[in-house]
Every structure is written in structure tokens, then in C-alpha cells.
């Protein structure tokens, strides 16, 4: 671009001519080669130093009266060249080619959507088994008192069933009578004794939540994890309800070909109280690395709820309203994590709370 501004020699007719033919010359070059039409702008047309606005103040400056319409003509005409060039440019202005459609071959944006966490989805499984059946959910509170974690659940001070179920306790709570010191609950039991306060029966609850023990982390402990509790309370419950209830929720879980077999065992809280152990799932119960080839796979704790319970619930309600003579019950407990391995035969549960995502994205 010749910056400099050019000599008018004359304002006759055939002079501006010529002058204005050699600038329109020098736009239509600068046209062809066009790669900043912003810099093309500011060059000619910018108020204060564009071009057209230096050569019209210098030219106009000298003219004589009669010379201003001619130069006035031809200075417009050379301004419409300009913004003629600049129209054709937009799509260039804007730095994208021109559009051509859309190129259906490229690969798009993949969103991917949320999941519901393995846990959360087999723990919403075994709830909803439960709600097809009647039951309801009840949920409590994880810092919880010693009294609803373990005595109302008849684990006396310093019973050594506690040792089975060693926690976390919360600082500072040595002035608190033993009862209402705090500590992580160890089991979602306590919410048994909970609703058992504040509802009289009959009681179809499951309880799903989180749980807290002392134990070393290994594959297949974790010092937090989580459990199904069920808790059935009405006039003739026995243990053929309970029986056949989770003989149902196994097969609903498992498949109607898994069996369900019912071993003595011991909680505090049930009176009797017996292990569930399911078919082996892996080698239909021949025996196998799983089932440490003995065919079945201990699964949940059960049992008839303990008269020492009931006892315990009455004693803080207004009006007593579980009378061992009338009422009896079962509950059952389960964890969610063994349950969701079995199902999707993870061999270590410290997958589930690692936040791999290649892990996570193979339950999407
Ligand atoms: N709360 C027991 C545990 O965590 C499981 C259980 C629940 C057993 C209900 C019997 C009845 O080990």
C-alpha cells in the first residue's frame, strides 16, 4: 500500500480521472489479495487516519470552489469500491470457511450421561424386591447412640458380642452416661429399635445405609460399607415367613434356580438366629475356588426378633404396644457390597470406592 498521498497536479476533469484511476487500481490489487479485511478497513476507510479520509482532507484543502463536486463525486465512488470489497469478504471477516452443510462423517460430541454407582444400584435392587412384597424403607442416622447401636439390640455394656462389631466412637463423651455416647453405627439394626419406637405394629421395613467397623481393609473388608436390613413385625410371624420370605428375595435377586439353605448362628437381637447361605452361583453347587468347594455361599444374618427386644422398645414407648405373648417378628441383614460382587463377580471390594472410571463405566 503506497502510504504516502499522492500529488493532484490539476483539477481538471481528465486529472481526477487519472489520479482516481490509480487509487482504484491500488484497491481492486488489494482486493484480489484480501487475507485481513479488518486491516483493509482501518487502511482506507478509518476515520481518523484511513486513507480516503488523508487524501480527501489534503486534496479538498486547495481545491477551488467549482473542483469540489467533481472530487466529491469520485472520492464516493471510491469509497462504494471499497465497501463493495469488504461486503464480499464477511465470510472470510468471520475466520470460518463457508459453510457447506454438515459433514455427517466426522464423529460428534459424545456426552456421557451419569449412573447410578454399582453399589447404589444393587442396593436399590434389593430394596425394591422388598417393596414388591409390601415393605416400606426406613432410614436412620449414621453417628448413632450406644443405646439404639447395641443396647436396645440386647448387647449389654461390655457383653462380648460387642468385640464382633468393634467401631468408631466420637471424641469427648466420657461425662455422658454409657447409653448416649456417640459412635458410627456398626450395623443398620438400631433403626429397627428406632421405628419400633415411634410405630406400633404390624412393621414391613427395610432399611438400606451405610456402616462402620474397626476392620483392616482387605478384598473383600472395608471399614465402611453397606447393609439391607428387614424387619417383619405383626400377630404370628414365624420362621416359615422368614424362610420363605428371603428364599423369595434370594431368587429374585440370584435367579429362581439359586437354593437357599438356613445355618444356626448367633446375634444378640434374634432368638433363633441362623446364617443364609445360597447355592453356589458360580458352579450351581458343585463346588468351586468361590464356594471353597463346599457348593454354598454364606450371603445374610437372620432371625426372630428377640423378646429381650421388644422389651427394650416397649420400655421407651408411651404406650406399650409389643407384647412378646402377641406380637413376634423376624429381621434379616445384608451387605451390599458382597451381594454386588457376587452379581457381578468383582473379586475386590476396594473397586468400588476408587473412583476409577474404568471401572464405574462398565455398569453404564
Ligand atoms: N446386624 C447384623 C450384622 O450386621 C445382621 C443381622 C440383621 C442379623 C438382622 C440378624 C437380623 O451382622
Known amino acids: 500500500m503506497t502510504e504516502a498521498i499522492p500529488h493532484l497536479e490539476s483539477y481538471d476533469e481528465s486529472t481526477l480521472d487519472r489520479s482516481f484511476a490509480i487509487l482504484a487500481d491500488e484497491v481492486a490489487a488489494e482486493t484480489a489479495a484480501l487475507s485481513d479485511p479488518e486491516a483493509f478497513r482501518l487502511a482506507w476507510l478509518g476515520r481518523k487516519q484511513g486513507r480516503l479520509k488523508l487524501i480527501s482532507d489534503a486534496w479538498l484543502k486547495s481545491a477551488p470552489p467549482e473542483a469540489r463536486k467533481p472530487l466529491g463525486i469520485r472520492f464516493n465512488q471510491l469509497k462504494q469500491q471499497i465497501e463493495a470489497a469488504l461486503d464480499s469478504a464477511v465470510p472470510a471477516a468471520a475466520g470460518k470457511p463457508v459453510q457447506q452443510g454438515i459433514d455427517i462423517t466426522l464423529p460428534g460430541t459424545v456426552r456421557a450421561p451419569g449412573i447410578p454407582h454399582p453399589l447404589l444400584k444393587t442396593m436399590q435392587e434389593i ?18 447412640t450406644d443405646f439404639y447401636n447395641f443396647e436396645a439390640l440386647n448387647f449389654p455394656p461390655n457383653h462380648p458380642a460387642r468385640d464382633t462389631q468393634d467401631t468408631l466412637v466420637i471424641a469427648g463423651q466420657q461425662t455422658r452416661p454409657a447409653r448416649e455416647r456417640l459412635l458410627m453405627r456398626t450395623h443398620t439394626s438400631p433403626v429397627q429399635i428406632r421405628t419400633m419406637i415411634a410405630q406400633p405394629p404390624p412393621l414391613r421395613i427395610v432399611i438400606p445405609g451405610k456402616v462402620h467397623r474397626n476392620d483392616a481393609a ?82 445374610l444374618g437372620c432371625g426372630m426378633v428377640d423378646p429381650a427386644v421388644f422389651a427394650a422398645v416397649d420400655a421407651q414407648r408411651a404406650e406399650p404396644a409389643y407384647d412378646p405373648a402377641r406380637i413376634s417378628g423376624f429381621a434379616f441383614g445384608m451387605g451390599v457390597e458382597r451381594i454386588a460382587m457376587m452379581q457381578h463377580g468383582i473379586s475386590d471390594i476396594g473397586q468400588f470406592y476408587s473412583g476409577d472410571m474404568r471401572f464405574l463405566e462398565q455398569f453404564a
Open 218 to 299: 482387605d478384598a473383600t473388608h472395608s471399614p465402611i460399607f453397606h447393609q439391607v436390613e428387614g424387619l417383619c413385625v405383626d400377630t404370628n410371624i414365624t420362621f416359615s415367613d422368614l424362610k420363605g420370605t428371603l428364599d423369595h428375595a434370594m431368587k429374585a435377586l440370584f435367579g429362581t434356580s439359586v437354593k437357599t439353605r438356613f445355618f444356626p448362628s448367633f446375634f444378640p437381637f434374634t432368638e433363633p438366629s441362623a446364617d443364609v447361605q445360597i447355592s453356589c452361583i458360580f458352579c450351581n453347587g458343585k463346588g468351586c475356588r468361590k464356594c471353597k468347594h463346599s457348593g454354598w455361599i454364606e450371603l
Open 127 to 144: 430394596v425394591s424386591v422388598f417393596h414388591h412384597l409390601g415393605y416400606s424403607t426406613s432410614t436412620g442416622p449414621q453417628v448413632e
